[in-house]
Structures are given as structure tokens and as C-alpha cells.
């Protein structure tokens, strides 16, 4: 995917698709809730810590649909861009030339959900 992705809109077809895999398999999906929960769970590291290495390891793992989830969630948590960029220059440094275009992806897509804190545009 290119950086004119809408990450909003990606993530809407998603939890579209995904509603129908609640239903028919149901099992599947609550074991899948069960497990994110878990994981985000208050503990020794915050929230916003845990998604911020979600979103790293989503770069490196190539998932536009995790790109997507992850910056709405650290959007909601207040993360900012200078937190997201380091998070992402690990999954570079981590996944290589691929994590880098990934990692561009990811750039649109927190400013997508947190216009607030993205630069101005330069002429």
C-alpha cells in the first residue's frame, strides 16, 4: 500500500470482515479478544508503552491493518509524533529497507488520527 492509504477507512472494512468471523467462528474470536486484552492489560509496562511497540512490530511485520489499529489506539492515548517516529526508526532499524516503506505508512497514517500534531505544510 502507498502512503495515500486511508488508514481510517482500511480499518473500517476490517472490523467489517472481522464481524463476519464472529460469527462463524465464534470460539476463534473470543480466544483472539481474550488474548489482546491480556496483553494490553495494565502490568509494568503502560498502554500507550504497549502500543507503541504493537505499532513497531506491525511495521515490521508488514500489516497495513495493524498500521491502522495501532495509530488510532496511540492517537486515542495521546502518544506523540516524536514517540511514534522513534518507535518507527527501530522497526527500521529492525526490519530493514521493507519496515522503512512500512514505516512511511505509518507516518500518514498517525497523521490521519492525530492531525493535530502533524507538521505544517511547507510551500
Partial sequence: MTSSTDY?????????NVSELRNSVPQVMQGFNA?????????????KT??????????????????GFHTQA???LGATRAEVHEVLGIAVYMGG???????????????????????????
Avoid: W
Wanted: charged share 15%.
Fill in 8 to 16: 481510517k477507512a482500511l480499518t473500517r472494512e476490517i472490523s467489517s
Fill in 35 to 47: 488474548l489482546g486484552k491480556a496483553a494490553l492489560a495494565g502490568g509494568a509496562i503502560d498502554a
Fill in 50 to 67: 504497549k502500543e507503541l511497540i504493537a505499532l513497531g512490530i506491525g511495521v515490521a511485520a508488514r500489516c497495513d491493518g495493524c498500521i
Fill in 74 to 76: 496511540l492517537a486515542r
Fill in 97 to 123: 529497507g521493507p519496515a522503512l516503506m512500512y514505516a512511511a505508512n505509518a507516518v500518514a497514517a498517525f497523521d490521519e488520527c492525530a492531525p493535530t500534531q502533524a507538521p505544517a505544510a511547507t510551500a
